[in-house]
């Protein structure tokens, strides 16, 4: 019954991602158009030509990508554990959350780490994961000036910390006591199975969340996971 909930999060999760992604797909095929109609209407200089058809691959191939990697996320998630290094994983959150920051008027700064970090687990499991934490970063920032949300990694003793921060509404002592059990949420559309279940998978993984936050500070969420080292 749980994982039952937990995918109905996904999916109500990812579905408002959609919207944003749909947002943000429009801008290229517009573009694309443009170019299209341009082209049909008068003959070009050659170089005009090419530079417009090479715009248009670009966009094109933005978009594809922008679709390919929401997919792999939104399908159901395996338990398989794998292999999985991080920077991939960060260059992934930030193509399919950018759209929604944007939309959500929130800066948005995930960097990569300048080397490859592993950890033994399910590659669209941990995607899942952090695009809960980011998207609750981004809707506690509605209605903030200067909205930052950010996703930092450090290594650490043979651990991967992964750091979300935001600045947004942050949460008093009783709803810090109340993250991860099932169902607390206090949005109007929430449904409180994002946490409940990112919880449960950080766990089944050997890793911890912390967590410091206090009404009008922000948040800051710490995920520590086991490091594999190879
Ligand atoms: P939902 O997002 O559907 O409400 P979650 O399990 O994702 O459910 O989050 C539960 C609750 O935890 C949220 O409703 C919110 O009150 C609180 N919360 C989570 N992340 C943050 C954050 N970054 N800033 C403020 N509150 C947060
Ligand atoms: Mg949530």
């Given at each position: 019954?749980?994982?039952?909930?937990?995918?109905?999060?996904?999916?109500?999760?990812?579905?408002?991602?959609?919207?944003?992604?749909?947002?943000?797909?429009?801008?290229p095929?517009?573009?694309?158009?443009?170019?299209?109609?341009?082209?049909?209407?008068?003959?070009?200089?050659?170089?005009?030509?090419?530079?417009?058809?090479?715009?248009?691959?670009?966009?094109?191939?933005?978009?594809?990508s922008?679709?390919?990697?929401?997919?792999?996320?939104?399908?159901?998630?395996?338990?398989?554990?794998?292999?999985?290094?991080?920077?991939?994983?960060?260059?992934?959150?930030?193509?399919?959350?950018?759209?929604?920051?944007?939309?959500?008027?929130?800066?948005?700064?995930?960097?990569?780490?300048?080397?490859?970090?592993?950890i033994?687990?399910?590659?669209?499991?941990?995607?899942?994961?952090?695009?809960?934490?980011?998207?609750?970063?981004?809707?506690?920032?509605?209605?903030?000036?200067?909205?930052?949300?950010?996703?930092?990694?450090?290594?650490?003793?043979?651990?991967?910390?992964?750091?979300?921060k935001d600045?947004?509404?942050?949460?008093?002592?009783?709803?810090?006591n109340?993250?991860?059990?099932?169902?607390?949420?206090?949005?109007?559309?929430?449904?409180?199975?994002?946490?409940?279940?990112?919880?449960?998978?950080?766990?089944?993984?050997?890793?911890t969340?912390?967590v410091?936050?206090?009404?009008?500070?922000?948040?800051?969420?710490?995920?520590?996971?086991?490091?594999?080292?190879?």
């Open positions: 019954l749980f994982i039952q909930f937990a995918e109905n999060e996904k999916v109500k999760a990812i579905s408002h991602v959609a919207a944003s992604l749909a947002h943000e797909v429009r801008n095929l517009t573009a694309v158009k443009g170019f299209l109609t341009l082209i049909r209407e008068k003959p070009l200089e050659r170089h005009k030509l090419e530079q417009y058809i090479d715009i248009s691959i670009d966009e094109i191939q933005r978009t594809e922008i679709l390919s990697q929401y997919l792999s996320i939104s399908k159901p998630l395996s338990t398989q554990r794998e292999q999985t290094e991080m920077s991939n994983v960060l260059q992934v959150i930030k193509d399919v959350m950018t759209p929604f920051a944007n939309m959500s008027n929130v800066q948005l700064e995930i960097d990569k780490p300048a080397f490859p970090v592993w033994l687990a399910n590659q669209d499991g941990i995607k899942q994961i952090l695009v809960n934490f980011i998207k609750n970063a981004i809707e506690a920032c509605s209605d903030i000036p200067k909205a930052n949300v950010s996703l930092r990694l450090k290594v650490e003793a043979g651990h991967v910390i992964l750091v979300i600045n947004g509404i942050g949460m008093n002592a009783d709803q810090i109340r993250l991860g059990t099932i169902y607390f949420s206090t949005k109007s559309s929430g449904t409180g199975l994002g946490l409940t279940f990112s919880y449960k998978v950080i766990r089944a993984l050997g890793g969340v912390s410091q936050s206090g009404p009008l500070e922000g948040t800051v969420f710490t995920i520590t996971l086991p490091m594999l080292e190879k």
